[in-house]
């Protein structure tokens, strides 16, 4: 067998193996822009990936622990992107340091500005409806909170997000009890574009056209300033690129006093959030220090 | 290019169904589709609440999946707008973007 046969039946069983689902892999290459060493994820600044991911700035697992060690906001790297489970899953190995120059200009560690045990501020946002509402509103009721913008094409990003509330929101329809101490709040960081009226259109396509469903799940935004003052106290990050907006997953969860209760930011579950959504609306359980 | 590449090229393309621009204009169409389309539409995505329709054939069948015509302008709404659960791609995608996503739709059999 010539070097050339054994080479097309080595692209033969790629092929098909790629047709099984098998893990897929992809070059990366991009910049650093964040580090999280309890969740081992690089948020990366990357040029396209062709085949899996256009040019935008994302986070990423990282398994491995020497990598993560070594690895510094700033630094320009190159690695592998694994993608598994039909893309559901993927993270980077083989990551590769290819210059520390901008490590003096990297921006510190995302943090979140408000403590878990600390009282949310009033900040006044415009939900689908058109209506002012203000976090104090739901007093009472324990508040899961995350953030989109409609248009993200993303499925692992806010498309993700917005099923796993409807899902929530489904389930808690279920049992009156819960669905009257709990409260499901989705805020757009995209306010030219997520007015009112978009907003209710997405929220309707995620409660299945049933408008009754938005006295428990709004769909908000807030002017510029306003959505900066939101960002900055759940250490959600976002800005505009390449004609999208990349941005961080954030989604918090505030107690019936209104106090940050747990925050997640990379691995959850649907019946995680639901669980813990539940469970807050019976009694305060702080995810972290409370604040005296 | 001129002469005899050019005829060549051409002839390539004709060969393969296109003209010279029609190829260009397929292929990024193509590339628009892998980067903005396929991860929901060619995926399986448990996670989404609604699973989005395959766009095979597309353009062949009466309707399309919301049952309104399958026709470029009905698409072309579908995509800047937007319709359910899909994202609008307004402002992300040019209108020459469209055309050549449209474009490449079309051979979706």
Redesign the interface.
Known sequence: MTRWTIAGVMALVSILAGCQSQPKQYSLRGQVMAKDEAASELTVKHD?I??F??AMTMPYKVKDPQAMKDVQPGDAITAEVISAN???EYWLQSVRITSQEGRKNAKPAIRHALSIGDQTPEIPLTNQDGKQIRFSDFKGKSVLITFIY???????F???L???F??IHEDLAKAARDYDKTHLLTISFDAK?DTPPVLRRYGL??LDNHAEGFSHWDFACADPADMQRIADAFGLEYFEED??ISHTMNIVLLTPEGRVARYWSNDWSTAELEGALRQQAESPVYHGRPKG | MNGPWRSAAIACCLVAGCGLDGCDSRQHGEELFELHCADCHEMSNPDLKKQPPKLEGLFQAKGLPSGAPATDEQVRKTIIEGLGTMPAFQGRLSQGDVDDLIRYLHTLK
Not at chain 1, 150 to 156: N, Y
């Open positions: 396209d062709p085949g991911m256009a039909s893309g559901r409609t248009r993200c094409p993303m499925p692992a806010c498309p993700r917005s099923s796993q409807a899902r574009y396509a995620y004609k999208q």
